[in-house]
């Protein structure tokens, strides 16, 4: 249980595969920023895989972490970004398996509540 402005909280981070089934689950404190979790999360890619994520997770110890393992980080530039990475807008809208996997375990009580 993690403590922040809502009061007790915890939040689970998830990697998942091309078919939306989960891979890597991390539950934290509620206060746990993202991108702490990701290069945890990263170590069960497959190399010469492509890492999808949102603009929470540019950074550079991230992109560092999976271009380590031969993974392409197809993540959007944030706007105060000076270096510039390629992105492809047609591959980043694959990410929405991850929000549908949130959608479908959020239909079991023990985990929405």
Not at 54 to 60: L, P, R
Request: charged share 25%; proline share 3%; no cysteine.
């Amino acid at each position: 249980m993690g403590r922040s402005r809502g009061g007790l909280t915890t939040k689970l981070h998830a990697l998942v595969d091309a078919d939306g089934r989960p891979v890597g689950l991390r539950l934290t404190g509620g206060q746990v920023h993202d991108a702490y979790e990701a290069e945890a999360l990263i170590e069960a890619i497959p190399e010469g895989a492509t890492l999808l994520g949102d603009k929470g997770y540019d950074s550079t110890a991230i992109r560092e972490a999976a271009a380590a393992r031969n993974i392409w980080a197809n993540i959007p530039n944030r706007s105060n970004r000076k270096q510039r990475f390629g992105f492809s807008s047609w591959l980043y809208r694959q990410r929405n398996l991850v929000e549908r996997f949130f959608n479908r375990i959020k239909q079991f009580r023990g985990i929405a509540t």
